[in-house]
T-cell receptor
């Protein structure tokens, strides 16, 4: 699976959009981009995933560049409950079985 | 639906003792996983199962054994606990096939080995 690079930490004002970047320059054509988050002391929570197209669900939006070498997770209106570590993971899809969690980005939402 | 549950939530062991961590899921998922998370680090896969009666090794399997006798349960065993196994253990489950990486995690078991 391709390696990902994320900033170690970011701040965001409450109510504003949080944009979390992820670089995955070695991603191959059949690899997906997944985002998870882990709120302090809890189990990781799935947020969203995508292959080529941008995706949106009730939690967030995922923007993938045309060359697929980077992506951005967008939380449209960050709340204090969004304070967490966010993990960007690249995986080859069915059969890979393993999610490789790096150190992620610690997002702090500030009142 | 309870989702993924883990028992116990917290445990203290002495070196050399044994214990079993229980994971249960009520989503009828085929795949189940055990991860460990050490301070300041991401999760690492210990063992996983792609169906009832099957298990396989992950990234850090040494010192652990697993069993999947029922589809809804995945047990993680420590036969002789060591201080290096002090960690937080997370269980997860997912559907088979495409999208298997959409995993649902339990709340974790905190294990301290003295």
């Amino acid at each position: 699976d391709a390696k990902t690079t994320q900033p170690p930490s970011m701040d965001c004002a409450e109510g504003r959009a949080a944009n979390l970047p992820c670089n995955h320059s070695t991603i191959s054509g059949n690899e997906y981009v997944y985002w998870y988050r882990q709120i302090h002391s809890q189990g990781p929570q799935y947020i969203i995933h995508g292959l080529k197209n941008n995706e949106t669900n009730e939690m967030a939006s995922l923007i993938i560049t045309e060359d697929r070498k980077s992506s951005t997770l967008i939380l449209p209106h960050a709340t204090l409950r969004d304070t967490a570590v966010y993990y960007c993971i690249v995986t080859s899809g069915a059969g890979s079985y393993q999610l490789t969690f790096g150190k992620g980005t610690k997002l702090s939402v500030i009142p | 639906n309870a989702g993924v549950t883990q028992t116990p939530k917290f445990r203290v062991l002495k070196t050399g003792q044994s214990m079993t961590l229980l994971c249960a899921q009520d989503m009828n998922h085929e795949y189940m996983y055990w991860y460990r998370q050490d301070p300041g680090m991401g999760l690492r896969l210990i063992h996983y199962s792609v169906g009832e009666g099957t298990t396989a090794k992950g990234e850090v399997p040494d010192g652990y054994n697993v069993s999947r006798l029922k589809k809804q349960n995945f047990l993680l065993g420590l036969e002789s606990a060591a201080p290096s196994q002090t960690s937080v253990y997370f269980c997860a489950s997912s559907d088979a096939g495409l999208g298997g990486e959409t995993q649902y995690f339990g709340p974790g078991t905190r294990l301290l080995v003295l």
